[in-house]
């Protein structure tokens, strides 16, 4: 990139807080913003719980657990034990610590406060000093039509049946009555660059597009729009990403993501061993670029970020 110019990012889960936590390295804080999705949050315990936003701040912390890629490091499940000598719903792992994360939240927003500014003062507590932003304040909900059960909530899908179950459709519910946080259009409309990290683009990714103005927004600016895929050799490193693209008549490839991205995306950043679908990339129109994107490899990450400025 040329100018001192702000990095805007469309995050989901996982994906997406490793390719921060290197961004944070390359780009001064108040020139990135991660725009991330809250379809995947939930109403439990009458609590409200923000996963993505959650494992964002945990992984950028470096507090995420590295077994599981979300909820913190050394946890104890007491609470969890408690619900389930009760018949309580210990379906979904709350570990003791995180709980606390979910108790804050869920007091601010009684209180009035919008999902952005609690957000924001949680990644302050821990350290974060680059934007962390819901798409959206208002509710938005990721609901996934299964052909066995019907549709359920995402984390329904997710946890409760291990993502293993055949889905035929997937809605945002509340999508079209929500409206951008504050900053989220102007972030996506004075971003040098506006990249799209490799996360789910099913359940993880379309959730925040699908925010009114947000896919107009990257479709205005395509061409400085660059995404890096999800899936390599075929498949996810981790999560239904492959599956589902397969279920909703795609192909689960790195070109089957360009063909997903095709009119909001310019760029697409595959990895190396996909070098050969670069050509039929092309053909739909979305500039390939190869590179080593398997962030968890020694140097990768850093390589990645400096590209994603560059590129
Ligand atoms: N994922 C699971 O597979 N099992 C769980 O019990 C679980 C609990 C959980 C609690 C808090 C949180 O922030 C995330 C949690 N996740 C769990 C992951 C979560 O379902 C996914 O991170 C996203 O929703 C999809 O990216």
Redesign the pocket.
Known sequence: MTGSGSVAVIC???GAARLLRGLARHVEPDQLIAIA?VG?DMELHGLH???????IV?TVAEAVSAE????LEGESWQAMTMLGRYGGED?????DR?LG??LYRTQRLREGASLADVTGAIARSWGIEFGLLPVTDDRLRTMVTTVDHGEIT??EY??GH??SVPVTSVRFDGADAARPAPGVLTALADAERIIVAP??PV??IDPVLAVPGVRDALRSRRDDVVAVSPIIGGKALK?PADRLLVELGREASATGVAEWYTDEVGTLVIDTVDAARAEAIASVGVRPVVAPTIMSEPGVLDQLCELLLSV
């Open positions: 989901g889960g996982v999705n995947d719980i923000s996963p993505d936003l959650d494992t945990y599981r890629g979300w909820g379906w979904f792992s709350l570990g995180d994360t979910h995402f984390q997710f946890v291990q993502h996360s789910n359940v993880s999560g």
